[in-house]
Each structure stands twice: as structure tokens, then as C-alpha cells.
């Protein structure tokens, strides 16, 4: 009978201790690295995310800090989550990397979120970027999380996607947010961004002009973001994917001096109104439009191939800015 007790004990704590500690194979997530086909959000039903991420092998993930990896222009989100895997099973912390693709999210409704169409405002609950505040509930829900926020990294439209979501979303639980070399802008001017070529003047996407966020409350809340401008010194290449209409050019001829302008023209705005600008400039030397560069802050050839370590990483890096600056 004591056999049976015991045994019946023990069969009752592995259960609690595998409950607590170990994803089931039938939930969304699990250890290491995997994918989800996210359709729970209900405006996007039709618009499924396959998310790529990873939990690391050993330590409670429920504790663990949440990234968000937002792809670029590729939608390769594969590779831009292994740019973190290391540093994540390492460190302990979760990575999400949403994969948008371009067949049901075009530029519109991908780097710019869905604010507009065909130069009409669209309904707030339409924007792409409820789906990341979606996405973080869903996991919570599925892994017992106690994050209360999350960071977020974005390189080339994945730095346009996260530096419009700081803008369009003040409410989301987003903490530290890094937005690398995109190929434009949205300025915060309430009046729209001017031509540097005509008399034109832009509204959403290079500007705030002609949505809801064209109000001072928004933009004060915009500066108060914990947010890096990060930039390769090298990202000076007009390569097929700089955007070169007009709009982009009135911003700067290249990624790095959009994003000198950008910076420079958001904190004398705040400085004129007396606002708090929690953002920094970080400029990556010798790194031109490279995600891994961007993450580790440099880059070393080996036999001319482009090699990464997880202990070799500079105070300018995406990972320092993260998950190391004070």
C-alpha cells in the first residue's frame, strides 16, 4: 500500500514539474527552434504569420525576456532569427520572428502597416501592427510567460516596420526598440515632410500628415520611447532595395544620411517643445547593410566569408543595446 502511495506521489509531482517546465508537443511553442501558423487574430484571419522562433533548451522560460525580430524586405525570417539563436540559448530568452509574406502583405500594408491605402486612412484594428501585440498574448497564453513587455529589433523594413509601430502603437507593452538602416522615415511633422524637389508636400508614410497620429500628444509619447536609430556608417550604397521616389529622397540620398536627418530633426523638435527624447543614434562602424553586422556590431572575414560569435560583440551592437546597456 505504501508502494502505492508513493508511486501514485511521484506520478503526481512529474506531472506538476513536466506542467510547470516543459512545453507539450501539442502546444504552439516548444524548445529550441520552431514554427507556429499564427491566425488569431481576428482582422487577419485570412492573412496567416507563420512565426519563427526559438526557446531556449534549458532554463524556465516562463521567466525569460521576449524579442521580437522583425524581417526586412526578404521576409527571410529564418535567417533573421538565427542571427540570435546563439545569443538566446546562451543568455535565455525567447525570440519571435513573425514572417509576413509579400503576396498578402505588400509594402503598404508591411513597412507602413496598413495605415493607408491608396492614400485612404484605414481602420485603426486593420493596422499590421496589432498583430505583434497579438502575437505576445498568444504566446503568454500558450507558455504561462510573466513577461510584461517586449523588445523589438528590425533591420531594413523590418527597421521601418518597428519605428512606425513606436509611433502608431503608444499603448503596446514594446520596451526597448531598435530600428536599423530602413530605407525611410516617418517624421513626426504634423504638416507633412516637404519636397526637397517641388512644392509637394508627403503625408503617411515619410509623414505623420493626415492620420491620428498627428496630434503633439502622440508625438511627446513617439519621444519618450526607448528607441535606437542604429545605422551602418557603410549603409551608403544605393542597391536595389534603397527606395529612391522622391518622398525617400527628400529624407537623404542613403540609409545613413536618412537617418542622420531623421534623428537630428526629432530631437530639435523635442528640444524646441521642452519634450523628453528618450532616443540615441548609434552608428555601427564599417558595417553597411548587413543584419548580422547589425546585430553584432562588426564583422570578420574568414577564407572571405563573413564569420559572427556570440563573444565578440561592440557596445554599438543591437544585442549590446538590448540586452547589456545600462
Not at 485603426?124 to 501585440?133: I, Q
Not at 509611433?167 to 530605407?183: C, D, F, T, W
Not at 511633422?189 to 491620428?212: A, E, N, R
Not at 497620429?213 to 509619447?221: D, G, L, Q, V, W
Request: with cysteine.
Amino acid at each position: 500500500m505504501l508502494h502505492k502511495i508513493t508511486f501514485s506521489l511521484l506520478a503526481f509531482l512529474t506531472l506538476g514539474i513536466t506542467q510547470l517546465y516543459a512545453l507539450q508537443p501539442e502546444q504552439p511553442y516548444h524548445r529550441g527552434k520552431g514554427t507556429y501558423v499564427f491566425t488569431e487574430y481576428a482582422p487577419f484571419k485570412e492573412r496567416p504569420i507563420t512565426l519563427h522562433y526559438y526557446i531556449p533548451t534549458k532554463g524556465d522560460y516562463r521567466n525569460m525576456p521576449v524579442l521580437f525580430v522583425i524581417h526586412g524586405q526578404s521576409r527571410a525570417a529564418a535567417d533573421y532569427l538565427q542571427a540570435w539563436v546563439g545569443f538566446a540559448e546562451r543568455d535565455g530568452f525567447v525570440v519571435i520572428c513573425p514572417r509576413y509574406i509579400q503576396e498578402l502583405y505588400p509594402s503598404w500594408l508591411y513597412q507602413f502597416g496598413g495605415v493607408t491605402y491608396k492614400g485612404e486612412l484605414q481602420p485603426r484594428e486593420t493596422w499590421t501592427y496589432n498583430t505583434v501585440e497579438a502575437i505576445f498574448d498568444h504566446f503568454k497564453k500558450h507558455t504561462n510567460s510573466t513577461a510584461e513587455v517586449y523588445d523589438m529589433f528590425g533591420h531594413s523594413a523590418g527597421g521601418q516596420f518597428v519605428h512606425r509601430f513606436a509611433l502608431a502603437m503608444p499603448e503596446s507593452r514594446a520596451n526597448i526598440i531598435v530600428a536599423a538602416n530602413p530605407s525611410t522615415w516617418t517624421f513626426p511633422l504634423i504638416d507633412g515632410l516637404p519636397c526637397k524637389f517641388s512644392d509637394k508636400v508627403y503625408g503617411w508614410g515619410v509623414s505623420v500628415k493626415g492620420t491620428p497620429m498627428a496630434n503633439e500628444e502622440t508625438i511627446k509619447k513617439f519621444f519618450a520611447r526607448k528607441l535606437y536609430v542604429q545605422v551602418g556608417t557603410q549603409d551608403i550604397v544605393a542597391d536595389k532595395q534603397l527606395a529612391v521616389s522622391l518622398d525617400a529622397r527628400s529624407q537623404g540620398e542613403n540609409r545613413y544620411e536618412r537617418a542622420r536627418n531623421f534623428y537630428q530633426t526629432c530631437k530639435k523638435m523635442a528640444k524646441k517643445n521642452g519634450w523628453e527624447f528618450n532616443w540615441q543614434k548609434i552608428e555601427v562602424k564599417g558595417i553597411g547593410h548587413d543584419t548580422p553586422g547589425m546585430v553584432y556590431g562588426k564583422s570578420q572575414l574568414v577564407d572571405g566569408k563573413k564569420q559572427y560569435s556570440i563573444d565578440d560583440y561592440t557596445k554599438t551592437s543591437a544585442y549590446y543595446l538590448i540586452f547589456k546597456k545600462k
